[in-house]
């Protein structure tokens, strides 16, 4: 039976988050099978948080080398991939984006036949990268409704979206063309879920069947668990059953946690059925907004603790942290310090930093 001080632990250790590691910023993309990127730059902070000596570069470079994409992938939200697991995991996702176009806008294609859609759609975008309004509208010369026509094409296919949309410090509108334009190379089989859930595991185990599914958005994921074999088998405090790779960690639920920044979106808060290793159900409320916004956050002896937001104006960056409940000195120190750190990384041009708790 694992507490659950237990899990939280296990799971900062593989995401990273016991100590900074001396990771290519690639490598660590891949280890934690992509990272949420619903807005373009909270994966330059959630990398910050995790590894030493991380700079903006080390992901720019990425994004324009076309070593690493920005595509919808995992719940069908944008992720940032490497190109080898763009290439692998866009095929196993597939039907997370039919099942929500089913659900939501097939029935306002109004007599628009879906492959016609789709294919128009890739030759417009494969002439050169397009805006959703600009390919909608495009659609929209031949069948009705540009803004359902547009979403079709991105379900189904594959889009990335291109720099500089993802580079820090660029202003840019989200623009899309094909994986296969892009990458130069052809999608895989669909055959990666198997890889997919245990490379899950390796970076949010010990997990449940729910978990799994709550993080990738598929479903039926049990008899991809049933099949797998030589995995571990744990239970929480509750009596779910919890599954893992043989080689998981599992530090002792007394290591000591660094105070830590955790930014917007991060699959850190969004990858679980059940959040208590990380969050409690009260915090949840506040940090997950109405509007689809998963706030940035700060962690204190490993759970979510508070708030936190850089509001700049008249050349003068200020890291505000609003903690859930009165710090003691100690994390209250501890958040400063590191605080000053995270302000030097995401407000360098910044000419005067400065603290405050809220």
Not at 99 to 117: C, H, I, N, Q
Not at 295 to 306: E, H, M, P, W
Not at 310 to 325: D, R, Y
Request: with cysteine; hydrophobic share 45%; net charge neutral.
């Amino acid at each position: 039976m694992l507490t659950r001080r237990a899990l939280n632990r296990a799971f900062l250790e593989r995401q990273l988050l016991l100590r900074r590691h001396p990771l290519r910023a690639l490598d660590a993309i891949e280890h934690l099978v992509g990272m949420q990127s619903q807005a373009p730059l909270p994966p330059y902070v959630g990398l910050w948080t995790r590894l030493l000596g991380f700079g903006h570069g080390d992901l720019a470079r990425l994004l324009l080398d076309r070593t690493a994409v920005r595509i919808a992938l995992m719940r069908g939200t944008i992720h940032l991939v490497s190109a080898r697991d763009c290439l692998a995991l866009r095929p196993a996702v597939q039907p997370v984006l039919d099942r929500w176009f089913r659900t939501s806008y097939a029935k306002r294609l109004d007599g628009a036949d879906m492959e016609e859609v789709v294919a128009a759609g890739r030759r417009l975008v494969e002439e050169r990268p397009l805006t959703f309004n600009e390919l909608g509208m495009m659609l929209a010369e031949k069948w009705p409704n540009p803004d359902v026509l547009s979403r079709a094409v991105r379900v189904g296919v594959p889009l990335v979206q291109v720099p500089p949309r993802g580079i820090w410090g660029a202003v840019s509108q989200a623009r899309h063309t094909s994986v296969e334009s892009w990458l130069g190379e052809p999608l895989g089989d669909g055959s990666a879920i198997d890889a997919m859930v245990l490379r899950y595991l390796a970076a949010f185990g010990p997990a449940s069947v729910k978990d799994m599914q709550a993080w990738s958005g598929l479903t039926g994921l049990r008899s991809v668990v049933k099949r797998l074999p030589d995995l571990v088998v744990h239970r929480d405090e509750h009596g779910v059953e919890l599954f893992d790779v043989p080689d998981g960690p599992l530090p002792d639920p007394d290591t000591d946690v660094p105070v830590r920044f955790i930014p917007e979106f991060d699959n850190l808060l969004l990858s679980h059925a059940d959040r208590a290793r990380i969050m409690s159900e009260e915090h949840r409320k506040i940090v997950f907004t109405v509007n689809g916004i998963i706030k940035a956050t700060i962690l204190v002896d490993g759970f979510v603790a508070g708030l936190w937001r850089i509001v700049q104006g008249g050349g003068t960056a200020v890291l505000e942290i609003e903690p859930f409940q009165p710090l003691f000195s100690g994390p209250r120190d501890a958040l400063a310090a590191e605080g000053a750190d995270l302000l030097r990384f995401a407000a360098a041009e910044a000419t005067a930093h400065d603290i405050r708790f809220v």
